[in-house]
């Protein structure tokens, strides 16, 4: 699972190079909230890592005003959010077709504590008699 911290720089590890199929390709990140698949985050983010046939390294900025091809998306709304990277030739938020898809997963987007709902543990009951 990828998490997303709302305002902050984030470094995402995964493992994409090894299923890369073209040359020097820019990685695009597509995600989706779970709740309202029209909410949609596009962004390309470089490879940062220098050991890439161990590892890839990106990071994802959220911030009210992005820069796609900078690696920022402004995610608007906490919770799940479904993401697919794709492999693509040129520096493009252009959707390429389903063969470019290097990875699919679920990405978590949290915000200030303080915003999160949380059970309390009490139980409140009222007796009628």
Request: zero cysteines; aromatic letters at 10%; proline letters at 3%.
């Amino acid at each position: 699972m990828v998490l997303i911290n709302k305002g902050e720089a984030n470094t995402v590890i995964m493992t994409l190079t090894e299923r890369v199929t073209i040359s020097n390709p820019y990685f695009l990140f597509v995600f989706r909230l779970r709740q309202s698949p029209s909410n949609e985050v596009k962004l390309l983010a470089a490879n940062e890592s220098t050991v890439t046939v161990r590892y890839d390294k990106f990071t994802i900025t959220d911030t009210a005003t992005p820069n796609a091809l900078n690696g920022e998306g402004n995610f608007t709304i906490t919770g799940e959010w479904e993401y697919i990277v794709y492999q693509v030739a040129t520096a493009t938020l252009t959707i390429p077709s389903d063969s470019n898809i290097l990875e699919r997963g679920i990405a978590k987007v949290v915000g200030d504590e303080s915003t999160i709902a949380a059970y309390n543990n009490t139980l409140n009951v009222t007796v009628y008699e």
